[in-house]
T-cell receptor, first 110, second 116 residues
Framework: GNSVTQMEGPVTLSEEAFLTINCTYT??????LFWYVQYPGEGLQLLLK?????DKGSNKGFEATYRKETTSFHLEKGSVQVSDSAVYFC?????????FGAGTTVTVRA | KAGVTQTPRYLIKTRGQQVTLSCSPI?????VSWYQQTPGQGLQFLFE???????NKGNFPGRFSGRQFSNSRSEMNVSTLELGDSALYLC???????????????FGEGSRLTVL
C-alpha cells in the first residue's frame, strides 16, 4: 500500500536558521509527491509538488527533490522567517487518492 | 473568488447520535474529497466525489457516508457516533478528479466534531 513517514515535531528554530523536514514514502508505481502547509487558523494549502523522479519543486524559498532511489522528498529552506511557523504535511498521490504524513509543527522564533 | 466553505465549524454531539457536515467547493470545481484529521492518525482519506459519483473510499466503516449534489456541494454523514470520531473533518475541492489531477487540492478550514 501507500504510506508517508515524516519526521516528528515539534521543531523550533530561530529566524534565518536552515530548516529541513524529512519525508520518506512507500508506494507502488510512480506516485506524485507534495508538500502542504497549514498556517495557524487556516486550511491546508499546496506548497510545492513534484510529479516524477528527480523533479524539484520550489515555492516561497522552500525546495524538495523527488528521490526515487531513496524514496524521499525532504523539504528544505535556507533561511526561515517567523511567518514560516506552520504545520507541514508531506503527501503522496497514487491509486486515485492522496495519502498524508502525520504533519510536522514548525515554530520560528524572532 | 470564494474558497472552500465548511459548515458548521464546531459542533458537539453525544455517543449514538448522527451528524451531517456540509462542504461548498470553489466555484467550478467538480471534485470534493473528505479527510479526517486527528492528533494520533494525522490526515486520513475518507472518500472522494466527482460529478455526484463516489469515485474512491478510504478504510472507514459504513457509518461514514457522503453524497454530492448537482451543484457540486457535498455532505458527509456519520451515524451512531463513537468517542473516537472526535476529529477535525476537512473537505477539499479540485477542478478535476483525483485520478487525473496533480494533487492541487484546495482545503476548507474544517468542521471540528467533539463526541461526548
Amino acid at each position: 500500500g501507500n504510506s508517508v513517514t515524516q519526521m516528528e515535531g515539534p521543531v523550533t528554530l530561530s529566524e534565518e536558521a536552515f530548516l529541513t523536514i524529512n519525508c520518506t514514502y512507500t508506494a507502488t508505481g510512480y506516485p506524485s509527491l507534495f508538500w502542504y502547509v497549514q498556517y495557524p487558523g487556516e486550511g491546508l494549502q499546496l506548497l510545492l509538488k513534484a510529479t516524477k523522479a528527480d523533479d524539484k519543486g520550489s515555492n516561497k524559498g522552500f525546495e524538495a527533490t523527488y528521490r526515487k532511489e531513496t524514496t524521499s522528498f525532504h523539504l528544505e529552506k535556507g533561511s526561515v522567517q517567523v511567518s514560516d511557523s506552520a504545520v507541514y504535511f508531506c503527501a503522496l498521490g497514487n491509486d486515485y487518492k492522496l495519502s498524508f504524513g502525520a504533519g510536522t509543527t514548525v515554530t520560528v522564533r524572532a | 473568488k470564494a474558497g472552500v466553505t465548511q459548515t458548521p465549524r464546531y459542533l458537539i454531539k453525544t455517543r449514538g447520535q448522527q451528524v451531517t457536515l456540509s462542504c461548498s467547493p470553489i466555484s467550478g470545481h467538480r471534485s470534493v474529497s473528505w479527510y479526517q484529521q486527528t492528533p494520533g492518525q494525522g490526515l486520513q482519506f475518507l472518500f472522494e466525489y466527482f460529478s455526484e459519483t463516489q469515485r474512491n473510499k478510504g478504510n472507514f466503516p459504513g457509518r461514514f457516508s457522503g453524497r454530492q449534489f448537482s451543484n457540486s456541494r457535498s455532505e458527509m454523514n456519520v451515524s451512531t457516533l463513537e468517542l473516537g470520531d472526535s476529529a477535525l473533518y476537512l473537505c477539499a475541492s479540485s477542478l478535476e478528479a483525483l485520478s487525473t489531477n496533480t494533487g492541487e487540492l484546495f482545503f476548507g478550514e474544517g468542521s471540528r466534531l467533539t463526541v461526548l
